[in-house]
């Protein structure tokens, strides 16, 4: 049964039957009041891994009256899905099949030599180190959050003085583990060699639940998609088998996951205890090898809980893959650099088809509890916590409700909405997975246009709704115009972040005197008392363009987030939140606490202040003929976010922004045939609360109550 939504109200469609939706309006600028016909074939594909298996649901020929203008909304594909998007993924984002290689036991790859780095001349070793030494914007918040060890100047002296003696191995993950640890995910410096043409992964995915422990030191952990295909069938007649979705994760190498991610902090960053959960969770399921070391060992052993209360172990071999075109240059330079020819075409996984992995299994109590540790120095306003004693029973269950979460698509690639409605909820949502604003049609950030879809939406599908969700959980960086917008939508009067910089020689070049006029930026230098360490507190953004939208939603409202909301999306939720626009939603305790204006290395670093940055060595031998870049790239955030409102002069970086209310999903949200959403039910209901309320107010104040 496919579930296609053309309505406030998600109808299923069974053998091929047509349903005659009405969709009314009150608007006055939609002027062509007629039938609409819409015939088309719709195909949702689902990307899994790089094997690419892609389930594809064909469309209904829907014959839809529609009393509006159907032209008001834009809006041309249907999605649906059972869930939002996963939190963590097992895959690289290939998008064809051919792009990538089949799995093979990293074991192989590593043992014969492929994971090599360039042989960099002094010369080119000292561009590198040279632009790595330059515009730590954050260097002060880090140290205060994250001590010493995230320091980067200790270690950038260490590979100064021996940057002669030290291997190109030595040279590149020295430098990329000062970046790492430093924290800050506006500033990074990616791998070049064939090292980086790799992609390792234990081929299983998890996700964080709603449990009894604490949620950053006592996370409850479960499988949250069935294993890779392609790896299970390599390692059929093993323990995979017996992985199920929903199990929960007890250990990792002995360690419980928060002491295994203290272990490999260092390695994994993360500018708060939010965010940095978010990337073990990923770097325990993978590794890039352009932007993480590959993993030196050949397995992981992790421990897991079944349904029924048994405990088993498995010892889950690191599979590897590697990108076609990536190799092909990077090879290439190697051995025009070395003379070594690598070679690539090696047995695949003949000896692990036969390797056992299981490990003995163990009965245990099933209603062991997990202690509690002491309460977190960032403290959201409520942590909604559910009946655990169901978490387990009846998960194959169909809810209540038999329907699917189906998103429209829209003229912006990352933009859709649906409305919820299973129990009269009627709440829209609004769901960005970035901020960058990519036209459908042409494929270019078109930040206007942006902008009017999501006002169209809230005049127009979403206009009747009790309440609006922003969902962002998957919400990275992108337009700061774009995220300074939304919030005018639902309220007058802004204010717009701030920025401060570092005062030294680097950010001087970059806005005292850069070949592109940056005026608010070159002021602020002159603004700033001497030996200051950082500029004053200047616009970004003119304060003008801060108000240059109409409110068009006078509903309440909610942002929900998790700790890989960044940048934009927490320039966008700040202000929700300070100018107590709407209540931020999070499935963890703050968002990622990344907030700078970034640049890349090249062109922007390099066009802005050519003294210190130059560009990285190979430049022209690891670009394809499509554009795609295999040398060292490197980003600065340069210039950090300072909120307005009620969070005046606080910064967001290690920080971020604390949820006001957490709420993390339900076993039963992810186990096959979920149908339900547990969280956009609770979100729901609480705005409606929150309505009601509001209303009441309204009343009294022209005293009817």
Request: include cysteine; proline fraction near 5%.
């Amino acid at each position: 049964m496919t579930s296609i939504t053309v309505s406030s109200k998600p109808t299923p469609i069974k053998h091929a039957t047509v349903y005659h939706v009405f969709w009314q309006f009150s608007v006055a600028f939609c002027v062509n009041i007629a039938l609409f016909t819409l015939s088309s074939t719709n195909y949702h594909q689902v990307v899994k891994a790089i094997w690419l298996q892609t389930t594809i649901v064909k469309g209904q020929q829907l014959s839809i009256n529609v009393l509006a203008a159907i032209s008001c909304i834009n809006a041309q594909t249907l999605t649906t899905s059972t869930q939002p998007a996963a939190t963590s993924t097992s895959t690289p984002p290939a998008t064809i099949k051919s792009k990538w290689s089949d799995y093979r036991p990293i074991k192989l790859d590593r043992d014969a030599g492929l994971f090599t780095f360039f042989p960099y001349t002094l010369e080119q070793r000292n561009v590198l180190v040279s632009n790595a030494e330059n515009a730590w914007v954050n260097f002060e918040s880090k140290i205060k959050h994250h001590g010493q060890e995230a320091n980067p100047y200790p270690a950038l002296e260490h590979i100064r003085n021996n940057i002669r003696t030290l291997t190109d191995k030595q040279l590149q993950l020295g430098l990329l583990d000062v970046f790492t640890r430093a924290r800050d995910e506006h500033t990074i410096m990616t791998l070049a060699g064939t090292h980086r043409c790799f992609f390792a992964t234990i081929g299983i995915s998890f996700q964080f639940i709603d449990g009894p422990g604490d949620i950053i030191k006592d996370p409850t952990i479960v499988v949250s998609k069935p294993v890779n295909r392609e790896i299970l069938n390599l390692l059929r007649d093993t323990a995979y088998n017996r992985i199920n979705i929903g199990d929960r994760l007890v250990s990792i190498n002995g360690l419980t996951f928060y002491e295994w991610k203290e272990k490999h902090r260092n390695a994994i960053g993360g500018s708060t205890e939010s965010h940095s959960q978010r990337l073990a969770l990923r770097y325990l399921t993978f590794r890039y090898g352009s932007y993480t070391p590959l993993p030196d060992e050949d397995s992981i052993e992790l421990k897991l809980k079944s349904h029924s209360g048994i405990i088993y172990e498995v010892n889950v071999p690191y599979m590897s893959v590697y990108q076609y075109t990536c190799w092909e240059y990077s090879s290439k330079l190697y051995t025009q650099l070395t003379g070594v020819t690598l070679d690539i075409h090696l047995q695949n996984t003949v000896a692990v088809k036969s390797n056992s992995h299981a490990l003995p299994t163990t009965t245990v109590d099933d209603h062991t509890t997990s202690s509690q540790s002491t309460k977190s120095l960032l403290t959201p306003r409520r942590i909604r916590k559910r009946d655990q004693s169901s978490q387990y029973q009846n998960t194959g269950r169909l809810s209540k409700r038999d329907l699917q979460i189906t998103f429209y698509q829209t003229s912006i690639l990352e933009l859709s909405w649906t409305i919820w409605n299973p129990d009269s909820q009627n709440m829209g949502i609004i769901k960005l997975t970035s901020f960058k604003c990519t036209s459908r049609t042409t494929n270019t950030r078109d930040i206007p246009e942006g902008i009017r879809e999501v006002k169209r939406l809230l005049t127009t599908v979403l206009k009747k709704t009790n309440s609006i969700l922003i969902d962002v959980r998957e919400g990275g960086g992108g337009s700061m115009s774009f995220a300074n917008a939304i919030p005018q939508l639902f309220k007058s009067k802004l204010e717009p972040f701030q920025v401060k910089y570092l005062m030294n020689d680097v950010t001087y070049n970059m806005f005292v005197h850069p070949p592109i006029d940056l005026k608010s930026s070159r002021d602020a230098w002159f603004k700033t008392p001497a030996k200051s360490q950082y500029s004053v507190f200047h616009d970004f953004l003119d304060p003008r363009a801060s108000n240059i939208y109409d409110q068009v939603y006078t509903k309440p409202v909610g942002v929900f987030t998790s700790g890989d909301c960044m940048s934009a999306c927490e320039i966008m939720t700040g202000t929700m939140q300070s100018f107590k626009i709407g209540t931020v939603f999070g499935e963890d305790v703050t968002t990622a606490g990344s907030g700078a204006n970034v640049w890349s290395l090249d062109p922007e670093l390099i066009t802005h202040d050519p003294i210190d940055f130059k560009p990285m060595p190979f430049k022209k031998e690891l670009t394809s003929d499509t554009k795609e870049i295999f040398y060292n790239k490197m980003t600065v955030g340069h210039r950090a976010f300072v909120r307005n409102g009620d969070h005046k002069g606080q910064s967001v970086e290690d920080i971020g922004i604390v949820s006001d209310v957490v709420i993390r999903p339900r076993l039963k949200d992810i186990i096959p045939g979920a149908t339900g959403n547990s969280r956009y039910d609770y979100i729901a209901d609480y705005l409606i609360k929150i309505g009601k309320r509001s209303a009441k107010t309204v009343w009294n104040l022209w005293g009817i109550l």
